[in-house]
């Protein structure tokens, strides 16, 4: 659904859009405490059809975890941002899980392009429900939800629609929404068929996703039996909450992105906690990746 202040295809000068100030999020559509963390990896096992699969384990130590949250990694794969990631939303109270997704492309020359050209929407939906089937087994009894940015962004939204655990997914600049990896049709063509809620976030000054690749989703999300919150960070580009690229990184526009997000989980995962509503504090040094 379109925010009330949003009309599509209406001239700036008789319809002004409402924006946030900078750094906070302009709503397109939509209706709907920190401790230490442990850090460690785990192996998925594999068969004829899927290889293993590593993943990146980050648990609160302090306190039980209020949910689960895959995260899906951008094309730079499990590098110190998304360890970040991962510690960041550990230390909000969430157990977060990162699992390889580069598990199939086993080639040490491929560059991260190449890589991410090798990943079909397919054998993604099968590598994040078997990452949450692994961790279900071990330690059973939470919801799940898949956060995820840039090429991960895209993989949220792809979980939101095709897997049957997800029960809340945070996209943000998901890249390629409506290009569909493989046979069928993509994520972002099916977001009206998602199977829980969804919270879409993008940079009013990106260009993969755009503004309009944004609103087009909030459109199609309008019939969608779950709620699709669709959102733009002002002043923000693409990779706003990667501290690794000096030329994108947008404090602000990150605090409030992690504090929404969190706020949506802790909503859908663990509807009985309150969150923070300042948010949790992102880790916006490089987070070293334990020893394999």
């Given at each position: 659904?379109?925010?009330?202040?949003v009309?599509?295809g209406?001239?700036?000068?008789?319809?002004?859009?409402?924006?946030?100030?900078?750094?906070?999020?302009?709503?397109?559509g939509?209706?709907?405490?920190?401790?230490?963390v442990?850090?460690g990896?785990?192996?998925v096992?594999?068969?004829?059809?899927?290889?293993?699969?590593?993943?990146?384990?980050?648990?609160?130590?302090?306190?039980?975890?209020?949910?689960?949250?895959?995260?899906?990694?951008?094309r730079?794969g499990l590098?110190?941002?998304?360890?970040?990631?991962?510690?960041?939303?550990?230390?909000?109270?969430?157990?977060?899980?990162?699992?390889?997704?580069?598990?199939?492309?086993?080639?040490?020359?491929?560059?991260?392009?190449?890589?991410?050209?090798?990943?079909?929407?397919?054998?993604?939906?099968?590598?994040?429900?078997r990452?949450?089937?692994?961790?279900?087994?071990d330690?059973g009894?939470?919801?799940?939800?898949?956060?995820?940015?840039?090429?991960?962004?895209?993989?949220?939204?792809?979980?939101a629609?095709?897997?049957?655990?997800?029960?809340?997914?945070?996209?943000?600049?998901?890249?390629?929404l409506?290009?569909p990896?493989?046979?069928?049709?993509?994520?972002?063509?099916?977001?009206?068929?998602?199977?829980c809620?969804v919270?879409?976030v993008?940079?009013?000054?990106?260009?993969?996703p755009?503004?309009?690749?944004?609103?087009?989703?909030?459109?199609?999300?309008a019939?969608?039996?779950?709620?699709?919150?669709?959102?733009?960070?002002?002043?923000?580009?693409?990779?706003?909450?990667n501290f690794?690229?000096?030329?994108?990184y947008?404090p602000?526009?990150?605090?409030?992105?992690?504090?929404?997000?969190t706020?949506?989980?802790?909503?859908?995962?663990?509807?009985?906690?309150?969150?923070?509503?300042r948010?949790?504090?992102?880790?916006?040094t490089p987070?070293?990746?334990?020893?394999?």
């Amino acid at each position: 659904m379109i925010h009330a202040g949003v009309r599509p295809g209406a001239p700036p000068e008789t319809a002004p859009e409402p924006r946030a100030p900078e750094g906070g999020l302009t709503p397109l559509g939509g209706g709907a405490a920190p401790g230490g963390v442990t850090l460690g990896w785990r192996t998925v096992s594999g068969d004829a059809a899927d290889p293993p699969l590593r993943v990146l384990v980050a648990s609160p130590r302090a306190r039980a975890p209020l949910g689960r949250v895959i995260v899906a990694h951008h094309r730079d794969g499990l590098d110190d941002f998304t360890g970040s990631v991962c510690r960041t939303l550990a230390e909000a109270g969430f157990l977060a899980e990162v699992p390889d997704l580069f598990s199939r492309a086993t080639d040490p020359e491929l560059t991260p392009a190449e890589r991410k050209a090798t990943l079909r929407d397919e054998t993604l939906v099968r590598d994040l429900t078997r990452c949450h089937a692994a961790a279900d087994r071990d330690a059973g009894g939470l919801r799940t939800g898949v956060v995820g940015h840039c090429m991960g962004g895209r993989v949220a939204l792809l979980a939101a629609v095709d897997t049957a655990f997800c029960a809340a997914a945070v996209s943000f600049y998901g890249g390629r929404l409506f290009q569909p990896w493989g046979p069928g049709r993509s994520p972002g063509e099916r977001v009206d068929r998602v199977r829980c809620p969804v919270l879409a976030v993008g940079g009013r000054a990106d260009s993969q996703p755009s503004p309009a690749d944004l609103e087009r989703l909030a459109l199609l999300a309008a019939g969608a039996p779950h709620p699709v919150r669709v959102a733009l960070a002002e002043g923000a580009g693409h990779a706003f909450m990667n501290f690794l690229r000096a030329d994108r990184y947008h404090p602000l526009a990150t605090q409030t992105g992690y504090a929404v997000a969190t706020a949506f989980l802790t909503e859908h995962l663990a509807s009985t906690h309150a969150p923070d509503p300042r948010g949790p504090s992102p880790t916006t040094t490089p987070t070293a990746l334990p020893e394999a």
